[in-house]
């Protein structure tokens, strides 16, 4: 497992851009895919993006496709989530998530095995 830490959270209004980060300690973080999650009050954990262990290959919730943009650097052991144009709906915490990347890829949050505290993101009308 590594240990994730997320940051960037913020209050921002509608039509607003964030990009925010998680970082990974140990040497495992260019062996994993990544995932970022979100959590709004009242309702579940959802899948939002996730990459490859090498970036080559991402997908996207069909809510945040065109809007947002997942990236990696391996180097800085970070993964980034860049969010535009965002929504009232986007309001949730988000948090980024790290699974082997021999398992392919996963959209539902139990195949995640290591988990940050996530940020909060709050967009405002």
């Known amino acids: 497992q590594v240990q994730l830490v997320e940051s960037g959270g913020a209050l921002v209004q509608a039509g607003g851009s964030l990009r925010l980060s998680c970082s990974a300690s140990?040497?495992?973080?260019?062996?994993?895919?990544m995932g970022w999650f979100r959590q709004a009050p009242g309702k579940e954990r959802e899948f939002v993006t996730t990459?490859?262990?090498?970036?080559?290959?991402?997908d996207y919730a069909d809510s945040v496709k065109g809007r947002f943009a997942i990236s990696r650097d391996n180097a800085k052991n970070t993964v980034y989530l860049q969010m535009n144009s965002l929504k009232p709906e986007d309001t949730a915490v988000y948090y980024c998530?790290?699974?082997?990347?021999?398992?392919?890829?996963?959209?539902?949050?139990?195949?995640?095995?290591?988990w940050g505290q996530g940020t909060q993101v709050t967009v405002s009308s």
């Open positions: 998530a790290a699974r082997p990347d021999y398992l392919g890829p996963a959209y539902r949050s139990w195949d995640y095995d290591s």
């Open positions: 990459i490859s262990r090498n970036g080559g290959s991402t």
């Open positions: 140990g040497r495992t973080f260019s062996s994993k895919t």
